[in-house]
């Protein structure tokens, strides 16, 4: 049997850092996609992993620990053990064979290509004979959460759930707990309060993505984060009552934006994502956190000037990646401006499918 799977890239529009800390968030899918191909033929429960260029890892029977696999094949190694642990798959060989990129030959833009495999393979291996128990998408979302989360070693698993049902999203009540410690436990966790919704964008608005091709990672930065917001680390406590200060005001904004959704009201959208970059400007004072590049600091110090126009960097920053809220018609520098003009641009898409699989044929 064969089965073809993809799941979208996606970005973070407001909530990152503070949904690490179990507040929600708001994501929306790229109109990039990542493949993932899955082969299964009746077996012993052998799963190897393939990478582009020939390069494998065959799981251990029984594995738990995710770190003993390759870095490089941890998500997905995660993401197809969850699923047939959840599942009850015992008697099937699987070969996974996942896109490397979403980038199409770019430099890392901050896609969320981890939470796209994990999404992905999920989708696939529902797709298995004996899978039905994981076929609903609200388990889907559940067991991607706590496999990417188990194979980041933090995190919220957001993107996850964002990516599973594509479009624009509204996602809460991940909660804080710390990341699952197995696959066993991943894939019998459940995560009763966790809840994604579609929102619409108010008329008249455009989302747009900016990408300066300079990788960022978002393990760290997410850590350092909560680290910080719970008193630990170098921050004094005046530190981290600042933190938790600019948590509170980062709910606040996200919440606006999904108020702006749901009334149709353009000029709140773009104040709520205005406030979102506001408070990522003040991020790196308050916890050290770099999220900013020089060229993104400039486009949002320009932004300000438009009252047409929004940005603020997406997910952990770094400077990888900016998101950019557009009333049309565009503001005049926007095709003129020498920076815009030397980054890449992702369009966001705020309908469309999130992760999906089909049988491809049987043999």
């Known amino acids: 049997m064969e089965i073809s799977a993809s799941a979208p890239g996606k970005l973070f529009l407001l909530g990152e850092y503070a949904v690490t800390a179990g507040e929600p968030a708001v994501l929306c899918a790229t109109d990039r996609r990542l493949e993932c191909q899955i082969s299964a033929r009746s077996g012993s429960g052998q799963i190897r992993i393939i990478r582009k260029g020939g390069e494998s890892y065959l ?5 738990e620990e995710v770190n003993r696999a390759p870095e490089s094949m941890r998500f997905a190694v995660a993401a197809v053990q969850v699923g047939c642990r959840a599942a009850g798959i015992a008697d099937l060989d699987l070969e996974i064979a996942p896109a490397e990129t979403l980038d199409r030959g770019t430099p890392k833009v901050g896609l969320g290509g981890s939470a796209a495999i994990t999404a992905a393979i ?7 004979p004996g899978a039905a128990s994981i076929r609903d998408q609200t388990r889907r979302i559940t067991l991607g959460v706590q496999a990417h989360r188990l194979a980041q070693q933090g995190g919220s698993g957001a993107d996850v759930a964002a990516i599973t049902t594509g479009g624009l999203a509204w996602v809460e009540g991940i909660g804080d707990a710390p990341p699952p410690r197995n696959i066993s436990e991943a894939a019998r966790t459940n995560l009763p309060g966790l809840s994604v919704a579609p929102l619409e964008l108010p008329a008249g608005l ?3 993505a900016l990408a300066t091709g300079r990788p960022a990672r978002s393990g760290p930065r997410a850590a350092h984060f909560r680290h910080a917001l719970a008193g630990h680390g170098p921050l004094s406590e005046a530190g981290a009552q600042a933190l938790r200060a600019w948590n509170t005001c980062m709910t606040e904004a996200t919440q606006d934006f ?29 916890s050290g956190i770099p999220v ?8 949002q110090a320009r932004s300000r000037a438009e009252s047409a126009l929004s940005i603020k960097p997406s997910g952990a920053g770094g400077g ?11 503001p005049p520098f926007w095709q003129k401006d020498t920076v815009i003009n030397s980054l890449g641009t992702v369009a966001l898409k ?11 044929s049987t043999r």
């Open 59 to 63: 799981c251990p029977p029984n594995l």
């Open 122 to 128: 999920l989708a696939g291996v529902a797709e298995l």
């Open 206 to 208: 455009d989302l747009r």
């Open 258 to 286: 999904r108020k702006a959704c749901l009334n149709n009201n353009a000029d709140l959208a773009l104040r709520a994502l205005a406030d979102g970059g506001e408070l990522f400007a003040r991020l790196p004072v308050i």
């Open 292 to 299: 900013w590049s020089p060229e993104l600091r400039r486009l």
């Open 320 to 330: 990888d990646c900016a998101v950019a809220l557009i009333r049309a018609p565009e």
């Open 350 to 360: 705020t309908t469309g499918n999130g992760a999906v699989a089909q049988q491809e």
